[in-house]
Structure formats: C-alpha cells, structure tokens
C-alpha cells in the first residue's frame, strides 16, 4: 500500500491570501487526484494529474486553483486567492492497480480553514 | 452531468443489526467503488465492483453491483461499534478516464 503523506495537517489563513498544499507519495507515482470535502458533505473531485500534466478537471477547479509537481516528488495544489467557501478538507489520493483494482489511497488530508 | 446518489443519508443501529446503503448513479458506470470515512479520518478502500450483477463479500460486508451498472449497495450484517463511519460509493463513468464521483455517503452510528 503506498503512503501518502500531505502538508500542512491544518493550514488557517485570510481571505484572499494564496496557499499551498503539498501532497508527497512515499514511492513515485506519476498519477494523482486532488479532492475536496466540505465538513459534514461528500467527497468532491477536482483534478488528476499525470505525468506533468493535468488529466482531467472539475468545475470546481477554476482559474483560483492549480496544480504542480515542482521537484519531481511532490505534488502541489495552489490556490490563488481564497475564498471563505474554499474552507475544507483537501486530500491527494494516489490511484494504484492492486489485485485487479483501481483503488486510490488517500492521504491523511489537509484541513483549510479561512477567514 | 454525472450524479451519484446515496440513501439513506444517515443510519442509526442497535449494535448487531443489519445496515445496507445504497447508491444510485444516473449514468452507467464502468465500475464502482467503496470507500469508509472514520469521524475525522480520510476515505479508506474497501472494495470495486466491475462486472454486471457482480457481488462481493468481505467478512461481513456484502457488496453488489446491479445488472444494468448504474446502482451498487453495501450491506453490512451484525454491525458492531468499528463499523461506524461514513460510506461513500464513487462511480467511474463509462469511458471518461479515471474520474470518480463520489456519492454523499451515508452515516451509520452504532449504538452498543
């Protein structure tokens, strides 16, 4: 099972200021997800990204929002200027073929909280 | 666009009793997946489902996946107090690539 591991566990900052969340798989993957969850509401997708590029995007992922691989390991998720409704928990989720199954482990996530 | 739904949205149990979710997408799906969130935790895998009518079993966990591929339930037999959590289904649509949308999950709180 790979681990996976993101930075910050808890990032708390003002509207309108830029963040980065880091997301750092043990082994290298060139796959990953980043999603969104809301407190108390679903699981919401809003990028995969493969080998350097982004695969595919949600309407959530708008032009506040991107994706990179600076160093080669870890991956990033950027927002530009947040909102109050970007508070969430944000978790990168590395697919991997296992037994047959596409199954993605998710990291521990990173709670955003602004104000 | 693709919609993935769950019911019930929460459940509340007697310790030993039986609780079943299902999941409901308005398109078909090329497989489905199931995922458990612990109170604070992230979605952990528990299984996916491929084939049509497919079922699989876990221990006490039942999964199943509906001929036509558009619905999936979870059922979970003599529930005991490790089984709380929040189940979410997540679809993947039929030759889009690899995106899951996931369904709003269901509560289940087991009472000892």
């Known amino acids: 099972e790979p681990e996976v591991t993101q930075t910050p566990s808890h990032q708390v900052t003002q509207m309108g200021q830029e963040v980065i969340l880091r997301c750092v798989p043990i082994?290298?993957?060139?796959?990953f997800y980043w999603y969104r969850q809301i407190l108390g509401q679903k699981v919401e997708f809003l990028v995969s990204f493969y080998n350097n590029e982004i695969s595919e995007k949600s309407e959530i992922f708008d032009d506040q929002f991107s994706v990179e691989r600076p160093d080669g390991s870890n991956f990033t998720l950027k927002i530009r200027s947040t909102k109050l409704e970007d508070s969430a928990m944000y978790f990168c989720?590395?697919?991997?073929?296992?037994?047959?199954?596409?199954?993605?482990?998710f990291g521990p996530g990173t709670r955003l909280t602004v104000l | 666009g693709q919609q993935v739904m769950q019911i019930p949205q929460y459940q509340h149990v007697q310790e030993g009793e039986d609780f079943t979710t299902y999941c409901n997408s308005s398109?078909?799906?090329?497989?489905i997946q199931w995922y458990k969130q612990r109170p604070g935790g992230h979605p952990v895998f528990l299984i996916q489902l491929v084939k049509s009518g497919e079922v699989k079993k876990q221990k006490r966990l039942t999964f199943q996946f509906g001929e036509a591929k558009k619905n999936s339930s979870l059922h979970i037999t003599a529930t005991q107090t490790t089984d709380v959590g929040t189940y979410f289904c997540a679809g993947e649509r039929d030759n889009y690539g690899q995106n899951f949308v996931f369904g709003p999950g269901t509560r289940l709180s087991v009472l000892p």
């Open positions: 398109t078909t799906l090329s497989n």
């Open positions: 082994s290298n993957h060139l796959y």
């Open positions: 989720a590395i697919p991997q073929l296992a037994g047959g199954s596409n199954e993605q482990f």
